[in-house]
């Protein structure tokens, strides 16, 4: 396989990246607002449910000059541009039942991270790009910007169903600090629990 490359997210990544992310959490999206497996990505660019403006901590990691990984770091204070969720207009095209179901959904996702915590909001890979490494190198890369930015802690949260997911954070050195579970999630994505998980990042000497 050719040499993974992680580069800052670009506005051109955005069709791609929403690719990535509409088949990586495809049970999520489809819970939300079913529809064609095809459909999704513009579904998600169109509501403004993917980031389409550049910041400090969101990334790509590219093969062979093909962008097949994600990853968007989040922590307190960070400067973000603001967003852009043109919801009248994807209710007119998609209806508003999948539209107002989707942000309500994506919300509740939400966590917002304390300070000194640098936290993962998202890390996907594409399917067929799975077990190549892409999302070592996405953690690897996320643990380096954090350490330099003099964080303490790198934390995300998964599923408790994720076993694949669950078995690489724990080789990157990740430990699960709590389990939560909820009615509302297990409703709307059918996941009733969920890991929060924490790399504590001590200095290198």
Same mark, same amino acid.
């Given at each position: 396989?050719?040499?993974?490359?992680?580069?800052?997210?670009?506005?051109?990544?955005?069709?791609?990246?929403?690719?990535?992310?509409?088949?990586?959490?495809?049970?999520?999206?489809?819970?939300?607002?079913?529809?064609?497996?095809?459909?999704?990505?513009?579904?998600?660019?169109?509501?403004?449910?993917?980031?389409?403006?550049?910041?400090?901590?969101?990334?790509?990691?590219?093969?062979?000059?093909?962008?097949?990984?994600?990853?968007?770091?989040?922590?307190? !204070?960070?400067?973000?541009?603001?967003? /852009?969720?043109?919801?009248?207009? @994807?209710?007119?095209?998609?209806?508003? #039942?999948?539209? =107002?179901?989707?942000?309500?959904?994506?919300?509740?996702?939400?966590?917002?991270?304390?300070?000194?915590e640098c936290y993962i909001e998202h890390i996907a890979v594409m399917p067929?790009?799975?077990?190549? !490494?892409?999302?070592?190198?996405?953690? /690897?890369?996320?643990?380096?910007? @954090?350490?330099?930015?003099?964080?303490? #802690?790198?934390? =995300?949260?998964?599923?408790?169903?994720?076993?694949?997911?669950?078995?690489?954070?724990?080789?990157?050195?990740?430990?699960?600090?709590?389990?939560?579970?909820?009615?509302?999630?297990?409703?709307?994505?059918?996941?009733?629990?969920?890991?929060?998980?924490?790399?504590?990042?001590?200095?290198?000497?």
């Amino acid at each position: 396989m050719s040499e993974i490359n992680i580069r800052n997210f670009r506005p051109s990544d955005l069709e791609r990246v929403a690719e990535i992310m509409a088949l990586a959490f495809e049970g999520k999206f489809q819970s939300l607002a079913p529809m064609p497996r095809e459909e999704m990505p513009r579904f998600l660019t169109e509501t403004g449910a993917v980031y389409s403006s550049p910041f400090p901590g969101y990334v790509v990691a590219e093969v062979g000059g093909e962008v097949v990984g994600v990853l968007a770091l989040k922590w307190a !204070g960070q400067k973000r541009p603001p967003g /852009e969720y043109p919801i009248r207009r @994807a209710a007119s095209k998609y209806g508003w #039942r999948k539209v =107002l179901k989707l942000f309500p959904g994506l919300w509740l996702l939400e966590y917002k991270p304390k300070p000194g915590e640098c936290y993962i909001e998202h890390i996907a890979v594409m399917p067929g790009f799975q077990g190549m !490494g892409i999302g070592t190198r996405l953690l /690897e890369f996320g643990e380096e910007f @954090a350490r330099n930015n003099k964080f303490e #802690r790198l934390t =995300l949260h998964v599923a408790s169903s994720n076993e694949r997911a669950i078995g690489l954070y724990m080789k990157r050195g990740f430990k699960t600090e709590k389990v939560t579970r909820s009615r509302i999630t297990q409703r709307l994505f059918g996941i009733p629990e969920w890991r929060y998980m924490v790399k504590s990042l001590t200095p290198r000497m």
